[in-house]
Nanobody, 116 residues
């Protein structure tokens, strides 16, 4: 039994910042890979950022240099710090935890809207 709950989304002006949080609960204390994905209306869900248990990070080209992913294993949390936000960042952001087959879990999503 694993649950992922995202928070921190909202409305922000272009150039602003937001930090998303994802809290994990259940019987699993650590995951091999944690990540953030996003889906805008009419578009496919895309990877934004991931971080492995060893601290290796990967970012989508569109967010590299602006977003930072981090994790706190003791608190079972993963974060996404988003700076210099653009209107094209508007999407529902989802937290994903992957512990290998069959342990892949998704959060419910949190809306991020970048608009003036």
């Amino acid at each position: 039994q694993v649950q992922l709950v995202e928070s921190g989304g909202g409305l922000v002006q272009p150039g602003g910042s937001l930090t998303l949080s994802c809290a994990a609960s259940g019987s699993i204390f650590r995951f091999y890979r944690l990540g953030w994905y996003r889906q805008a209306p009419g578009k496919q869900r895309e990877m934004v950022a991931t971080v492995t248990s060893g601290g290796i990070t990967n970012y989508a080209i569109s967010v590299k240099g602006r977003f930072t992913i981090s994790r706190d294993n003791a608190k079972k949390m993963v974060y996404l710090q988003m700076n210099s936000l653009k209107p094209e960042d508007t999407a529902v952001y989802y937290c994903k935890a992957d512990n290998g087959p069959p342990g892949t879990y998704w959060g419910q999503g949190t809306q991020v809207t970048v608009s003036s």
